[in-house]
């Protein structure tokens, strides 16, 4: 497994459209686990593939019972409720933060590194997550669903008088 170099914000490829993954063979089993790897390394919630420059429908994330979920050519399928204004950040966007308002729940239908389909469901940051990837494939990132980005100092400055304002 190697730990990949993740694009950032201003790199043209992460406003393309990722591509359909159609061979389920060695090359996609090492794209995930170098995703994995990749993630585990950096500490993050979740990667797209197209975040280490592979246009590929391809995404990772970890769950709420902290195991990885390998999603290839994934669709959200379902959502319900919202969370309002939940804090996000992006490994694409480093050290930036915003709040976003995204479903409270996510059901998202994909395929296993085998090629076989299933369905996923998480709440809370899992749905978060999901939806922030999946958005990934299509070019989006999700400064463009926040009002204002943050850096960490703002974010501490602003939680730390939110505090005292309690």
């Known amino acids: 497994m190697a730990r990949k170099k993740i694009i950032q914000k201003g790199d043209p490829i992460l406003s393309k459209t990722s591509h ?3 061979n389920f063979d060695s090359k996609l089993h090492t794209l ?7 993630l585990r390394h950096i500490g993050g919630a979740g990667l797209a593939a197209v975040q280490i420059g ?16 390998e999603l290839v050519n994934p669709e959200l399928v379902e959502t319900s409720e919202e969370q309002q204004d939940g804090l996000e950040g992006c490994l694409s966007i480093a050290g930036m933060y915003g709040f976003v308002t995204r479903p409270m729940e996510a059901t998202v239908r994909a395929q296993d590194r085998n090629g076989n389909f299933f369905t996923v469901s998480g709440k809370g940051i899992v749905a978060r997550c999901f ?3 999946l958005e990934h494939l299509d070019g989006h990132l999700f400064d463009e669903h926040a009002d204002r980005l943050y850096t960490e100092k703002q ?7 939110a505090e005292k304002d309690s």
């Open 20 to 22: 359909p993954v159609t």
């Open 131 to 133: 939806c922030h990837e």
């Open 32 to 38: 995930l686990n170098d995703m994995k790897d990749t």
């Open 155 to 161: 974010l501490d400055d602003l939680l730390e008088n």
């Open 54 to 69: 592979i246009l590929r429908r391809v995404v990772v994330v970890i769950d709420d019972q902290d195991e990885f979920v």
